[in-house]
């Protein structure tokens, strides 16, 4: 299961740099917060509290476009 949800994660950093023009506008901002705020806690801060957040963000604002495009299936 684990593997699944860093599956549906990187999905949802990747998926939005092809599918970008397909976005709604405060999905485009959700994705561009979610990822620097990711990058920056990869980088430099590394919080696990930090890393739950950047991922609500991109989960949240990239849901539709990976659910729409990425026939995902657990098990």
Known sequence: MPYFFNMFFMTCLIAPLFFFHDM?????IGYLLGSVLWLL???L???GTVAFIAF????V???QI?????PFRAG
Do not use: T
């Open 45 to 47: 801060i590394g919080s």
């Open 24 to 28: 709604e506008p405060w999905q485009k």
């Open 66 to 70: 990976v659910v729409e495009h990425f």
């Open 41 to 43: 806690n990869f980088f």
């Open 56 to 59: 609500v963000v991109l989960f």
């Open 61 to 63: 604002s990239c849901i």
